[in-house]
């Protein structure tokens, strides 16, 4: 897939693709001796969806902890909407558009439903301090102005119910579901998804999967995802990022993933869960 | 079936969004606001004011402000008396320094300057978290009470070390000194209490409050969703020093008039208001009032009904009283972290479908 148009590609169900939003290069990381990528580059365009794949350990979500700047590669250069990425936290990377969802499920156990994803907003309020004081002008008006677009992605997500439960009493594939309400109510640019669907039973994978397609259709979103069910996988994403011991052995459509003889010897071939 | 949600649609998210959501609740409160501004003040006696109501009203804005950083930021403080204490001698500095300023007004100075010291302490909790973090405010509180009786400057010279509130009035009536009304001190304090109550409230249902309890449930989610650590925790040390710091203004000028401050803040004060939000609630501004109005409560009670009515020893119900906090404080521990204000929902649902269970 390298000669692809820098400009975007079509998919071959008709979606428009478009131009490289996030790139990474060269990337790096070691911890202590554990070399955890190994120059790895590869690059998410805008409004794809982009799997990466590969056996446990191989890297997968430390590539994502770089992306969103919990990790900071020894080497390589992200570089974001065209521009090289300076060295950043987290909160500001955040700002920018990016968000995620956690391998092991990161919810605010101590709050409802309704309360997580209203925190997932926090970029996109900016009332004073006084103004939260009283209650009155900002702070009241983009409270109901945020609570309609929450209540939104609520029902996008068919968790009306479940509203005003506290997250720790709601099941485990409930759980996913509130912590990706959580990271769309950011409305971000770029969504990063590890494992989205582990541990789930089949309907509930096809839930998700869904809501992932939707959530790139009808939100525009562009999503990289981390995730082991090969069948998943080949369904809804465009790209494949195939990773092992930390090295990039496989990229391009799922098809070619699916061919790719280096990929069926590490991966495919090898039986996993 | 008179506690009921039902037949009361909410058809906005404003209505939603209130901090009473139900009618009843809200009925319930303007009562008690309307008894508690109305009625009170003409039948306070100075032994209710000065063994109940005081303690209560000042102790509950000193448990509000305590479970803003611990209940609802996460981060255990065991530095509250050091904190009233810096709220008390700001307040003697600005009443000596500034004999014209009105008394209100030093009141909430004295919270700020105990706010810019809450900050500086909370400095510490950008890196290390809780037992160590508990151990660090620990130490704020150790070397705050030292240095009050260290430095002369703080009680201008005087040769007991003591601090003594003069007098300073209000629309006529004097709020501090031995001349003070009962009545006066009482709604003093309560208009505080009523202020900061609803600001408390206001913040931690809003933005601010939601990144505060994002980063006492899990702060690398809370990073990711955009929250800064450093902001988030110092606006809570910064809030809760403020409250905590109103709470001990009064408790020096209005309430006992002289301290000596490890007397009056020591090490006790901090672990008092910690069992306040403890019994009555992390988390929860019902629940520190809850917590304040019980531990005021029980030793008066029990006095009243040990000493007063058994005849025991006084000792002896002042030893009781320690075993029944302690009882409480490890009871709640273990099965209800939140407190007397969950007990409280918990038998509101159960009112709600009275008189069928289920
Ligand atoms: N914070 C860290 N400190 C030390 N080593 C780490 C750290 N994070 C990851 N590693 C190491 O880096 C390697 C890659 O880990 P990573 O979690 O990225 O794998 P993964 O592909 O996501 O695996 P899985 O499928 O099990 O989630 C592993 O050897 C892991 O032990
Ligand atoms: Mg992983």
New binding site residues.
């Given amino acids: 897939m390298n000669d692809m148009s820098p400009d975007g590609y079509t998919t071959p169900d008709g979606r428009q693709i478009g131009g490289v939003m996030m790139e990474v290069k060269n990337i790096t990381l070691r ?2 001796g ?1 070399v ?2 190994k120059d790895i580059s590869f690059d998410i365009r805008e409004g794809e969806i982009r799997a990466i794949i ?10 994502l ?1 770089v992306i969103n700047g919990f ?1 900071h590669p020894q080497e390589g250069e992200v570089w974001f909407n065209g521009a090289k990425r300076k060295a950043m936290k987290p909160h500001a990377i955040a700002k920018q558009g990016i968000a995620r969802t956690f ?1 092991n499920i990161a919810l605010f156990k101590g709050m409802s439903t309704l309360d997580n994803i209203m925190t997932g907003r926090f970029t996109k309020m900016n009332a004073g301090f006084w103004s939260q004081c009283l209650w009155k002008g900002k702070a009241e008006q983009e409270e109901i102005e945020n609570r309609e677009y929450v209540e939104k992605i609520i029902d996008f997500l068919e968790i009306q119910a479940i509203r005003k439960t506290p997250v720790g009493r709601l099941p485990y594939g409930l759980q996913k579901r509130v912590e990706l309400g959580r990271a769309l109510a950011a409305e971000p640019k770029l969504l990063l998804l ?2 989205p669907m582990a541990g789930m039973n089949v309907e509930e994978k096809e839930d998700m999967s869904r809501f992932i397609l939707d959530v790139n259709d009808e939100f525009g979103t562009t999503i990289a995802l ?1 995730e ?1 069910d090969m069948g998943v996988v080949m369904d809804i994403s465009d790209r494949v990022v195939v ?1 092992d011991y ?1 090295r990039k052995i496989g990229d391009g459509t799922p098809d070619v993933v699916r061919a790719d003889p280096a990929v069926i010897d590490a991966y495919l071939g090898v039986a996993h869960d | 079936m008179f506690y009921r949600e039902a037949g009361d649609f909410k058809t906005t998210y404003a209505a939603d969004q209130q901090t009473f959501p139900i009618l009843f609740d809200r009925r319930t409160y303007y009562i008690v606001l309307a008894i508690a501004l109305g009625v009170m003040p003409f039948v306070v006696t100075d032994y209710i004011t000065n063994a109940i109501l005081l303690p209560f009203l000042i102790y509950a804005i000193a448990a509000i402000g305590l479970n803003i950083l611990t209940g609802y930021c996460g981060q255990v403080s065991l530095g509250t008396g050091g904190f009233m204490a810096v709220g008390a001698y700001a307040t003697y500095k600005l009443m000596t320094g500034f004999p014209d300023l009105n008394i209100a007004i030093i009141v909430v100075l004295s919270g700020f300057i105990t706010a810019g010291v809450g900050v500086l302490f909370g400095l510490p909790s950008l890196r290390i978290k809780g037992f160590y973090l508990a151990v660090a405010t620990l130490a704020a509180q150790f070397f705050l009470v030292w240095m009050f009786n260290k430095v002369s400057w703080f009680y201008n010279y005087s040769a007991s070390g003591q601090i003594n509130a003069p007098e300073r009035t209000m629309l006529g009536q004097p709020v501090t000194g031995a001349e003070t009304e009962p009545w006066v001190a009482y709604l003093f304090c309560l208009a505080f209490l009523i202020v900061l109550a609803v600001i408390a409230r206001n913040l931690t249902r809003g933005r601010i409050g939601r990144s505060w309890m994002a980063i006492r449930d899990m702060d690398i989610a809370a990073e990711i969703i955009g929250v800064n650590p450093l902001w988030s925790k110092l606006s809570a040390f910064a809030v809760s020093s403020f409250f905590v710091g109103v709470s001990g203004s009064l408790f020096f000028a209005v309430y006992l008039g002289a301290v000596e401050v490890g007397e009056a803040f020591g090490i006790q004060k901090s672990f008092l208001v910690l069992f306040m939000i403890i019994i009555g609630g992390l988390g929860s501004i019902f629940g520190s009032l809850a917590g304040a109005a019980f531990m005021v409560l029980l030793p008066v009670v029990l006095k009243l009904v040990m000493v007063d009515s058994l005849g025991w020893p006084t000792d002896l119900a002042a030893h009781f009283n320690f075993i029944v906090v302690g009882a409480l404080i490890v009871a709640f521990l273990i099965f209800e972290p939140h407190g007397l204000a969950q007990l409280w929902r918990i038998a509101k649902e159960k009112l709600r479908l009275w008189p069928f269970p289920h």
């Fill in positions: 911890f202590g554990v955890a990528i590969g056996p446990n350990g191989a890297g997968k979500s430390s590539m902890n990790y391998q590890d494992e981390i082991h990773m930390g």
